[in-house]
């Protein structure tokens, strides 16, 4: 049984950071990717970054690029999400999902892809 444990939300001001983490335990990920995604009320879940185990090719959606970075830790199975120059529309629940399988570079972006999600950790962005 995989499972993801998000950490590291909370309540920022605009401009502020924020860096959140993603354990996963029950799986060591040799092939695969972990991704970020987030969902706003109201909104359908959209993504936001996306990392591979093998290589640690990255990417990113384009409202994020530049402004968070993502990066993992293979030694500790984690995955974290930096987030800095933080805006209110970035406020949202943000979860994290894990697939151990072949990489697509187009279905990484796609929530269907993954196998296995976080429960979610709140981001909040204050104006």
């Known amino acids: 049984q995989v499972q993801l444990v998000e950490s590291g939300g909370g309540l920022v001001q605009a401009g502020g950071s924020l860096r959140l983490s993603c354990a996963a335990s029950g799986r060591t990920f040799s092939t695969g990717a972990m991704g970020w995604f987030r969902q706003a009320p109201g909104k359908e879940r959209e993504f936001v970054a996306a990392?591979?185990?093998?290589?640690?090719?990255?990417y990113y959606a384009d409202s994020v690029k530049g402004r968070f970075t993502i990066s993992r830790d293979n030694a500790k199975n984690t995955v974290y999400l930096q987030m800095n120059s933080l805006k209110p529309e970035d406020t949202a629940v943000y979860y994290c999902?894990?697939?151990?399988?072949?990489?697509?570079?187009?279905?990484?972006?796609?929530?269907?892809?993954?196998?296995?999600w976080g429960q979610g950790t709140q981001v909040t962005v204050s104006s």
């Open positions: 999902a894990g697939a151990g399988k072949l990489v697509s570079d187009y279905l990484i972006r796609r929530t269907g892809w993954y196998d296995y």
């Open positions: 990392i591979t185990w093998r290589g640690g090719n990255t």
